[in-house]
């Protein structure tokens, strides 16, 4: 036979194999949205709230008339008033304002290096689970580690010897963030492995990497894009409490966590000073939180809430 | 059968110390990397050089890395961690009895954790779809929303400040541990309950269930007898994994509270560039952790009889 | 007067659900005289297994039953309350279920497991709950008994488990058992086992309901048969008269299948169309849709169940007369 021919017949095949994959198992996000919609009002409320932080955060230049690092002596702990909504800090500045620059900060740390570990915990765990054998338990044998990890401990050790910073941060993240990922990509692969399609591509012999960005990957997507909406939130808490201890984001620059730390000084003259940066880390881990849950009801009825 | 077992048990207590060691490692590497001389740091800028070097090698500090990590895990085997730089006194005189502190506010803790969860979770689960369960599931959200520092700052706000009810921070007895034990219990509480809920309400959709029901059980007794058992199996292994994560994770809630546990220690630690101390800490939360998932993985071998035959 | 075993007379169960009312059984009546065997079978969806539910009142949420009458032994079970029904499921009535896989309780021991329905019932000391159980467990042919009672449902293969299902239904010596696809679940062998074991019980006095989608295992157990199909009887006969005259075309359709895998037939016959849906069930004969006879009549108007011969009765527009179907 023509190898070419043969070639051909393959990647019909397989196109045929995916489509049939695809359609048990991948939604289009406007169906996902309807459904959202329908049984998970609080998510799409979540999406809202999302979206409105993310403008805030954008447009803090235009939004607000102070500058994030403007002292002003002759007006510091200002209580909450029309000029000042969330008062002012001990050096005068406008605390909503500050709050706005902050949202930079955590909304990046929150979902950048959460990306990075998905991404990375999905490589990671995909090969793990397809490949089996040594490098699986190798593989398994470092998550294994890095899950003993007193995570907030060692943070802080990395931050001692790199120094504080937004860098160093998001590279103790990925350093911690991508087992978990990898243990739920793997458990997946695992059973996908299994599933008819994909020994039907390997019989008619479709390379590896090609059965697992074509076969596998795609229908991880819906767990993988739960666990990241499920993980922003808690990259967000990790970055306020590593800031909080004074070992995250350095001043001048603004962080909520760094913000409720300054703020606790003056916790029983100005409370806001706390409190407001506080709500804003809430309402933004809610929100996550909601859409993760909504979403995972939507995509992946399977998966367990931990 | 038993002969598995051990070496089962053997072959796990083998990934723990491996797994201790990586992260002792890890740390020792990671501390080792600051730049420029800890000893030079410490002396201050008016230390001779000469100095510097006797009191390095004295220490150790001059060998090769492998050969200091060596050292450090000979050492740490026979409970011999070092000496502070900063406070004077060996490691381990340090933080057994900071450990001891943390302890008690983990158990405290895990208490509060532990009894709200599970008896949010079952209730949200018997009464699903109601408004008792919305209202449950959306406190639960809140409790693994809030961030430690807020639940902290206003109960120590609310009960300390404007009620004074309980005491502000330190701990001079008992009702000093209620304010750090719910700041610190409440998230745990949350994430409990939800695996609660959805553990009770899969089980009471399972056939064994319907059978106890034709048995002549009632509603409750089978909740009881059958459902909890098996509900309470994935509830156990999260349970033991957030014990050491307690234990382990409590520095901000130390902080705030004045409390003098481990995680307060390694901040101090830290402040203080004290390299065998902070790492004496970090040491002992990943043992803590490792013992941890380790016990969570033999309850649930004890508790799920087909797991412990190796079925 | 005396009474059957269980008298089921004009039950209505539906489901309750977002998009309307599923009504899963509609104007069931059946009875199970004493030491009698009789049979449900129909395709999987028709309502069977709601019935021996309802029976039991173990309908779910949203399930109800609507109305209708269940006696048993005389006596009135839909009006009691959750509590008296606690004291007649496992003593008077009892069940097997299809899956034996999943109807123990994982982590408990089989032999507690039905110890446990011997102290629910009567208040007797623990040994002699133990001495019981051991028996019921002997009775239905579990071999070295004291070494199964300590062991987990994992432990056991499939045959067994249904085994102690049995036992479980047994040990309290109930007047009727319901077993609902007892066999389905277990493999060839294993199923003549089990079904022998269902008969040698008939036997000594006990009323057997069996449901099932299998014309061979109600053949081989049962006295009496009901087909059931859309949540409706549509034809009742002894097991003989069935098999021989059959008069619904939905019942000759399953006979058909069966026959043809018999190798009587040249192709496998099967029924065209699929279970209609109960949620919008046709205004006329639910099976109209799928059965070949149908005239206008059918698509319009619901039949009723007639009397056609001793204790055969049929729900078919066509079924009365000689020059019927």
Redo the contacts between chains.
Sequence with gaps: MDPSQNANVTSVVEGELSLASATTSFEEPASVLRRLATDHKVAIVSTVVIVLFVLGAVFAPVLTPYQYDAINLSNRLAPPSLEHLFGTDEGGRDVLTRMLYGSRVSLVIGIVPTLLSVVLGTLIGMVAGYYGGKVDTAIMRVADIVMSFPTMLLAMVVMYTLGGGTTNVFLTMVLVGWSGVARVVRAETLKLKESEYVEAARIIGVRRARIILRHILPNCLPTIIVLFTLDIPSSILTESSLSFLGMGVQPPSASWGLMVSTGREFLYYAPWLCFAPCLAIMAIVLAFNYLGDGLRDVLDPHLQSQ | MSGSLVHNLVRRLA?AF???V??AA??FV??R??PGNPVATLLGEHADNETVERISSSLGLDQPLPVQFANYVLGALHGDFGESYTLGKPVSELIGPAFLNTLWLAIAAALVAWVVGIACGLLAAIRKGTVVDRLFMGFS??G???????VA??L??LFA?YLHWLPVAGITDWTGYILPAIALGWGSAG?IA??VR?SVIEVLQ???I??????????TQVLVL?AL??AM??VIT?MAMQFSGLL??A??TE??FSINGI?RL??QA?AG?DIPL?QG??LL??F???MG?LVADLLYNV????VR?G? | MTHSTLEVSHLYTSFFTEHGEVRAVQDVSLAVGRGQVVGIVGESGCGKSMVARSVMGLVRKPGKIVSGRILLKGRELTSLSEQELCTIRGRDISMVFQEPMTSLNPTMRVGRQVQEVVTIHEDVPKQEARRRALEALGAVGIPEVEARYDAYPHELSGGLRQRVMIAMAMVMRPRLLIADEPTTALDATVETQIIALIKQLAETGTSVLIISHNLGVIAQLADYVYVMYAGRVVERASVLDLFDHPLHPYTRGLLGAVSSLRGQSKTLQTIPGVVPNLAHLPAGCSFAPRCDRCVARCASEQPELVTVGSGHEVRCHLAKGADAV
């Design positions: 990934y491996i797994s201790i990586g992260v890890l740390v990671l501390l990397m600051v959200l809140l693994v929303s809030l961030p430690v520092f807020m700052m206003l120590q706000y400040r994430s939800r695996l959805s399972q056939d064994y319907d059978t106890a029901r034709a048995k002549g059980r009632t509603n059958h058992r098996n199996l994935p999260l382990s994770g520095v901000i902080t705030i995680g390694s901040v830290i560039r902070l800490t970090t939360c990943t803590v952790i490792v998932n508790c799920d009889p087909r035959k079925a």
